[in-house]
């Protein structure tokens, strides 16, 4: 195991630290800044947030950074431990590997044997697995039709207009508020940071009247403001699903009973209507109903849906959802109706997990002749295929840039005119891509 030092000296807490001396410059850790984060306790925790970046020729694993906080006459006044992590703060997987050139947060967790002096100086080091270094992925060529937009963790998307959408980056499981937003505009392939547009309407009082006061609490509520109508829709504390209008008055009940599930996120639909969907871990069966943001339940309750394999697709009325079922015709994809329970078989396949993007739904002249778009591995390569209703017939139309493990997950989202995919993933291979859906000749092949 090979050992790395640097030395930081001269700073007080809270602050952001810059490395000014170092022995070997392998492994370089960037600005390191201490917070304090709330705990699941209602107390506050200090945390050390920053990069690492692997500026050698040689790969690492198994890393682990440390630190060592010093005040005045060299007296340690408290040490850090941690590991790389994602954008949740979720360390990574035992085999994850840090090639040349790659950087990669970390989390140092902290403990203070006395707050009260000033802190001097503070020694960081890293100790980490020299490995052989492999080919960068990233720099293989997209295929024809897919376009990188930005290669960070990217969680939400929103379409603004057929040539523009607005995205968030951060952790999956944050609320709007909480996560980095950037507009993108598609024709002119240029990006710019933005403060998202319902940002300032969440506001002391409306926490109030949610009673979302607990920073925690509110960090878990999924609060989304509807991008088709007036109102927003959030989860209190025992997760009853619960909309109101945008300055927390008319609250209505959407669905309550649901203590025992985890809210992952909204599908939205046109005229506020959407879908909620709930899993626990990877692997676990999918929960699901419709709604809309006006309070109507469409489906039938989660307990009497069949619980899906992978996130849903929908059609837009939410009626129907296009779900992965063992069902009577075996194994694979069924347009399922939410409230009569009539499954319609589509295909057979294995299911490609919960993490994995929900199938879009584009609707034709009848329910027959329907485009559904499907990402999903074929043959173990990550795929994007197109299912013509009215014909039967799967199309691949192009391999995918996903390379999720089991703690990351992927969306899609379709454009208002029909013609691209928004690609979106978490983790350390997450990014931004679009696929051009009119480039690569649609469900026909035309």
């Not at 930081?8 to 170092?22: D, E, K």
């Not at 933005?194 to 878990?220: C, K, W």
């Not at 009325?317 to 063992?326: A, I, N, P, Y």
Request: aromatic share 10%; net charge negative.
């Amino acid at each position: 195991m090979r050992r790395i030092f640097l030395l930081i000296c001269c700073l007080a807490l809270p602050v952001v630290i810059s490395i000014i001396a170092q022995e070997d410059g392998d492994l370089v850790v960037g600005e390191i800044s201490y917070i304090e984060r709330p705990d699941p306790f209602r107390g506050t925790v200090r945390v050390g947030q920053g990069t690492l970046t692997n500026e050698s020729d040689t790969a690492y694993r198994g890393i682990d950074i440390f630190a060592d906080l010093y005040g005045p006459g060299d007296i340690l006044l408290g040490e850090g431990f941690g590991t790389l992590v994602n954008a949740c703060g979720a360390g990574l997987l035992p085999d994850f590997t840090l090639q040349p050139g790659q950087s990669q947060t970390f989390e140092l967790g902290l403990e203070f044997f006395n707050d009260g002096t000033e802190i001097e100086r503070v020694e960081t080091f890293v100790e980490a697995v020299p490995v052989e270094a492999t080919e960068d992925a990233d720099d293989a060529p997209l295929p024809d039709g897919v376009r990188l937009v930005d290669d960070r963790e990217v969680v939400n998307v929103t379409w603004e207009d057929p040539g523009t959408l607005r995205f968030g980056v951060g952790c999956e499981g944050d609320v709007f508020t909480n996560l980095d937003w950037f507009r993108y505009d598609v024709a002119a392939d240029e990006q710019a940071d933005i403060i998202h547009p319902n940002s300032t309407d969440v506001t002391e009082a409306l926490l109030l009247q949610l009673g979302l006061e607990d920073p925690v609490l509110y960090n878990r509520s999924e609060l989304t403001f509807s991008p088709t109508g007036s109102r927003i829709i959030y989860q209190d504390d025992i997760n009853t699903l619960l909309t109101a209008e945008e300055d927390g008055s008319f609250k209505r009940l959407i669905y309550e009973n649901l203590a025992r599930f985890s809210l992952q996120g909204f599908i939205w639909l046109p005229e506020g209507r959407f879908l909620a969907y709930y899993y626990g871990a990877f692997g676990d069966p999918v929960r699901y109903f419709t709604a809309s943001i006006s309070g109507q339940r469409i489906s039938a309750d989660i307990y009497n849906v069949a619980p899906s394999l992978t996130v849903p697709g929908i059609t837009p009325d939410g009626v129907r959802s296009v779900v992965m079922l063992d069902g009577p015709d075996g194994l694979g994809y069924y347009l399922f109706h939410t409230i009569t329970r009539d499954a319609l078989f589509l295909f057979e396949a294995e299911p490609p997990g919960n993490n994995w993007p929900a199938p879009v739904y584009v609707p034709g002249a009848s329910v027959s002749e329907a485009d559904i778009y499907i990402a999903r591995p074929v043959d173990g390569v990550p795929t994007l295929q197109c299912l013509d209703q009215e014909t039967a017939a799967l199309r691949d139309l192009v391999e995918l840039p996903l390379d999720l493990t089991i703690d990351d997950r992927a969306w899609m989202w379709l454009s208002p005119d029909n013609n691209t995919l928004a690609l979106a993933a978490s983790g350390v291979n997450g990014g931004l891509w679009l696929v051009g859906l009119a480039s690569l000749g649609g469900c026909a092949g035309n």
